[in-house]
């Protein structure tokens, strides 16, 4: 017989041919009969479509056999239903006659262990709390004798979805209608934190009623739950044409995941395709889609979960919209965070520039039409108010959905040329220089000046927005408004470039709009205070910005209608102020009371219940309450990473905090870890500001010197003072100041005595100029001061100084404050420097003693008894000096680098003592 | 929704990793040893399947799939996946063709009542495993003069996987695949038909 390799080449080139010249030209071919035979035979097998292969291996692998009137539970088996990646359906009824009813029963696939099977218990009870119409109720459920987990479903005589379009080709109308269902069923599920995680045609049936009816709600889920793997992240059950692409990668599913897949699904119901890229024939008769149609798709399948609509609620909004006609928007809270990502995403490949012009006309066009439309409503003082808002927010809308068009339309219209997110603003930019009608210049300018600073081009935003906003006057409430937000930004991006005195005029401008146009309005009112308040930030002047922020909480919490949000932004804002000038209690006391007022009309794991949690933390641990702050935080990035995706700007921020905490738990491994995965978070949400990556790099160079590698703290303290250099950023400043103080302490630390003294001392002149000289900031400056006159053993500047670091503290801590214990290590110092063996001996005792008695960081402990060891050895009390050192090292050890001042000195001393550990 | 911190699966089979990286490393002793112990699971999850799902309907992809989540976990790394699936298809395939034996021994022996009662209930496909080891007759033939194109019909056909899968995991082109995988299966059913 001949071998597939010689038949080969044969093969390929017969196939080729039309049927009628085969014959002839395999009788030529200069093999025998046998194999001319098999020639043929193969060619027959590759014309036929059915796919004998796969029939052969199904056949026996499949075992089928009738259940064997099998029980399960209550339940008598019927018939097969079907089977699939989760396991196989049967039809079933109560054995025991009581109900009539037939139900699914569906056997779960996966041997579950005994902690999977509890978990999975678990879970099935609260899928079993799902009660909507459009979702297919979990009955009952248990497990076979051998533990195979089975459940009892609603059974639902009906089509699958694509089945039923196929059959009935229902119009665009009762398309939309069916999928609305789908969404208010998935809404429903969402808001008891259940996600599908495999939503695809063949998990929604049309009942013959034409009722909607979404199966196996979370069953993947509980799937997962009956492995032994206990990841949010498992790539188990999902279906590949749906799967979003955080599914597919294996990371973290959400409820975003949910509106992927719904997304995909409208389109196939529309389309008759799951993707609008593939080539192959529509499965459906497919249905036109326009451009706002297009774009609602691209919107609810972005790659990206934080583009795509928050919730099924906001994309069904969109969709009724659509249906009535009206402008379909985009949730104005997210429009700025959703910008930023669009453009700060890869290069999109867009149209070629013929393309983005027509779009743009369109776009410009529309915004005329859409102002047309406000004027015309204007004449009606009645409407006025609601034209203008409708107005305002579908012209934003218009921008948001460009975008979301483009992301749309590139793929099929990417030619060769690729255009930039950034030329694209450039020729729309130049779009604008040929238009005339001055209201909708100035309309332009100022939304791409938002654009522009969005961008990261605070220079071209700035200059778009100061002609955007040149002579233009409001003269009705709704326009004055916007104007006002307008300002805002201005306020915000002169701020960003540097110039405080004209945020602050900005700011103040938008103020005088809103005081003139909405006069008593506490809504508006909180929203200037806010923006002066962080006008004030943004310059370093926080004492102001806390004294606005103030009135603003006052009139907040009288303002049952002010919008949550806003609500947030000011407690959150106030409590973080608060908690840096050392105000820890006030700052609890907002966190907590905004925390109240969110609760009572959020789930906890709402993105305004973390920022609080957040607040709260920060708050304790300004307190001087590390663990409890570690627990709260701990606890926010929890409820962050169920809810939200992980990552992004708010994990960043969460992270950070965490990280700084432990470092003052005295746990500064964990702390480095958490800070290189805060800065990968960082990057990963574009944060470029100057200040923020000064802190982050200053952040870390501090855990670093905690740690006692001095050297690379420097180098990092380095590249932040770089950063704040190129950035602008003014010497007052109190982030500069911040690193600055930090710089001068590792500066000592590591040796550089004369230039720490330096800094130090400027800076405490610029604190007692900025602050005054009864601020912590000053007390804080004049203890690093008595601390670097330690190590430079300067006994007669030190005691003074100690004194009056003493002094402050006492005006500002109460007396069991830890940092009393580390005056008297001080003083313990420089009586050593004296040569008093005895005073040094007393102070360090009653510092080990206060230490022991507060429970206080095991470190402080350590480095307390290591130098009680030192005056001992010199007391000639050996055996004490060790028994301490052999209490102190383990810790010194598992906190210190080797070459942190006081591990050192502990290592020589248990090296004179014959200590070893 | 669990408050217990992510770890790593606990049903990964650190040994059968071990084995994956030796053989990727040219050792083929280790895949001797790893086609023993998935043919050993592939075999336990097709006969606890049928003892506890009376009426299931197992795929010979469902198998492979299986056995690489009980053996590897759902995180796998690709490396890990694509090794493993080469070897999970060559046992889920000797898992079905022993079964398909077995049976039709089975059918000469005693248990005809049995098998009668099957096809009258049109559930059993009295020729399907007679096919099945046919099948693998020719599969083994081709293997000898044609490994690639037979490995590619074994992880289409056995382990499940889609045609760029096996591209990327047999390092050759899509087209390549396309291409081999019509004439094997031409070949192979030419060689059932004959």
């Known amino acids: ?917 | 929704m669990s408050d217990i911190p992510a770890t790593a699966p606990a049903t990964v089979d650190h040994e059968l990793t071990c084995l994956i990286a030796a053989w990727r490393h040219g050792d083929t002793d280790a895949r001797e040893a790893l086609v023993q112990r998935v043919y050993a699971n592939v075999r336990a999850i097709a006969a606890q399947s049928l003892r506890q799902m009376p009426g299931a309907t197992l795929s010979a992809t469902d198998l492979a799939h299986e056995a690489l989540i009980r053996l590897l976990g759902a995180d796998a790394n690709w490396q890990d996946r694509r090794h493993f699936f080469h070897v999970a298809a060559q046992a889920t395939r000797q898992v079905l063709v022993d079964a398909a034996r077995r049976r039709l021994a089975g059918k000469r022996g005693g248990g005809a009542e049995h098998v009668e009662l099957d096809a009258a209930l049109g559930l059993a496909d009295p020729d399907g495993d007679a096919n099945l080891v046919r099948l693998d007759d020719a599969l083994r033939d081709l293997y000898e003069s044609d490994p690639r194109r037979a490995q590619i019909v074994e992880l289409v056909y056995f382990g499940g996987l889609s045609r760029s899968e096996v591209a990327a995991s047999l390092d050759v082109s899509e087209a390549t695949v396309d291409r081999d995988l019509r004439l094997a299966r031409a070949w192979l059913r030419s060689a059932l038909d004959g």
């Open chain 1, 1 to 917: 017989m001949s071998s597939l390799e010689a038949l080969a080449p044969h093969f390929e080139h017969l196939r080729a041919l039309p049927a009628a010249e085969r014959a002839a030209a395999l009788a030529n071919l200069p093999f025998d009969e046998a194999a001319r035979a098999r020639l043929a035979r193969m060619l027959a097998a590759d014309e036929d479509d059915d796919d004998a292969l796969a029939r052969v291996i199904a056949g026996s692998a499949a075992h089928a056999s009738t259940p064997r009137s099998e029980r399960l539970g209550p339940y008598r088996l019927l018939r097969e239903l079907g089977a699939g990646g989760m396991g196989t359906v049967f039809l079933a009824e109560r054995a025991d006659g009581q109900f009539t009813r037939q139900v699914a029963i569906k056997l779960l696939r996966g041997f579950p262990t005994r902690e999977a099977s509890r978990r999975l218990r678990q879970e099935r009870q609260i899928l079993a709390g799902l009660d909507h119409p459009n979702i297919a109720r979990l009955l009952d459920g248990g497990e076979t004798a051998d533990g195979q987990p089975w459940l009892a479903i609603e059974y639902v005589d009906g089509a699958p979805l694509l089945e039923h379009v196929a059959r009935h080709a229902p119009s665009l109308r009762a398309r939309l209608a069916l999928f609305e269902a789908m969404l208010d069923a998935v809404a429903h599920a969402h808001r008891h934190l259940i996600v599908h995680r495999d939503i695809k045609p063949a998990n929604v049936l049309v009942a013959r009623d034409g009722t909607v009816k979404l199966l196996d709600f979370g069953i993947a889920r509980l799937v997962e739950a009956g492995d032994a793997s206990e990841r949010e992240t498992s790539t188990r059950v999902y279906s590949r044409g749906y799967a979003s692409p955080e599914q597919l990668d294996g990371r973290a599913i959400t409820t975003a995941s949910d509106i992927y897949s719904l997304g995909v699904l409208l389109r196939e119901l529309l389309t008759g395709r799951r993707d609008a890229r593939d080539p192959a024939p529509p499965t459906l008769a497919p249905l036109p889609l326009d451009a706002e149609l297009a774009g609602v798709l691209a919107k609810a399948s972005a790659a990206d979960p934080a583009q795509r609509y928050a919730g099924a609620a906001e994309f069904a909004d969109d969709l009724r919209r659509y249906r009535e006609g009206r402008p379909v928007h985009a949730a104005r809270w997210t429009r700025r965070y959703r910008l930023r990502k669009f453009v700060a995403r890869h290069r999109l490949a867009f149209a070629a520039g013929m393309f983005a012009a027509v779009v743009l006309a369109g776009f410009v066009w529309r915004i005329e039409r859409e102002r047309s439309r406000a004027v015309a409503a204007e004449t009606a003082a009645q409407r006025a108010l609601a034209a203008a808002e409708r107005d305002a927010a579908s012209a934003r809308a218009s921008l948001d959905f460009l975008s979301a068009a483009f992301a749309a339309a590139a793929p099929e219209h990417a030619l060769s040329r690729q255009v930039s997110v950034r030329s694209l603003l450039d020729a729309a930019r130049a779009q604008l220089a040929t238009r005339t009608d001055p209201a909708v210049v100035k309309t332009m300018q100022r939304l791409l000046a938002h654009l522009y600073g969005d961008l990261g081009d605070v220079a071209t935003g700035l200059e778009l927005m100061r002609a955007g906003l040149d002579g233009v006057a409001p003269d009705e409430r709704g326009e004055a408004l916007r104007l006002a937000a307008d300002y805002d930004q201005y306020a915000s991006l002169l701020g960003l470039d540097g110039d405080g005195a004209g945020a602050l005029e900005a700011a103040h401008t938008a103020q005088q709009w809103r005081e003139r146009f909405a006069p008593g309005d506490p809504v508006e009112h909180v929203r200037s205070l806010t923006a002066m308040a962080l006008g004030h930030h943004r310059s370093g002047d926080d004492a102001t910005a806390i004294t606005l922020l103030r009135e603003a909480m006052t009139l907040a919490d009288d303002t049952p209608a002010l919008p949550l949000e806003l609500y947030v932004e000011v407690a959150q804002t106030l409590s973080a102020l608060l908690a840096t000038s050392g105000d820890g209690e006030a700052a609890g006391a907002i966190a907590k009371r905004g925390l109240a007022r969110v609760d009572a009309v959020r789930p906890p794991e709402s993105p305004e219940h973390v920022m609080l949690l957040r607040a709260q933390a920060n708050a304790l641990g300004a307190e001087g309450n590390p663990a409890g702050a570690e627990k709260l935080l701990r606890e926010a990035i929890a409820l962050q990473d169920r809810v939200v995706a992980s990552g992004g700007a708010r994990m960043m921020e969460l992270t950070n905090d965490l990280a700084l905490v432990l470092n003052d738990l005295g746990r500064y491994r964990e702390a480095a870890e958490l800070l290189l995965a805060s800065d990968r978070h960082m990057t990963g949400a574009g944060l470029a500001g100057a200040v923020d990556r000064a802190l982050s790099h200053g952040n870390y160079a501090g855990v670093l010197e905690s740690a006692g590698d001095y050297a690379a703290a420097l180098e990092q303290f380095r590249v932040a003072m770089r950063i704040l250099d190129e950035g602008g950023v003014s010497a007052d400043h109190q982030s500069r100041r911040r690193i600055e103080r930090s710089l001068a302490r590792t500066l000592g630390l590591s040796g550089q005595h004369e230039r720490a003294l330096a800094l130090l001392t400027d800076l405490r002149a610029r604190s007692a100029r900025i602050e005054g000289e009864e601020s912590g900031e000053y007390a804080m400056l004049t203890w690093q001061l008595t601390l670097l006159a330690r190590r430079m053993h300067r006994t007669d500047t030190g005691l003074p100084l100690l004194a009056e670091a003493e002094r402050r503290w006492h005006a500002l801590a109460p007396d069991d404050h830890p940092i009393f214990l580390h005056a008297r290590r001080v003083r313990a110092a420089f009586a050593l420097d004296r040569g008093d063996l005895a005073g040094a001996a007393r102070e360090l005792h009653a510092a080990v003693a206060g230490f022991e008695a507060s429970g206080a960081l095991p470190v402080d402990l350590a480095i307390a008894r290591s130098e009680l060891a030192e005056i001992l050895l010199r007391q000639d009390r050996r055996d004490d000096a060790r028994a301490l050192l052999r209490q102190a090292l383990p810790v010194l050890r598992a906190s210190l680098l080797p070459g942190e001042v006081s591990r050192a000195a502990a290592e020589r001393l248990a090296a004179h003592l014959g200590v070893a550990a």
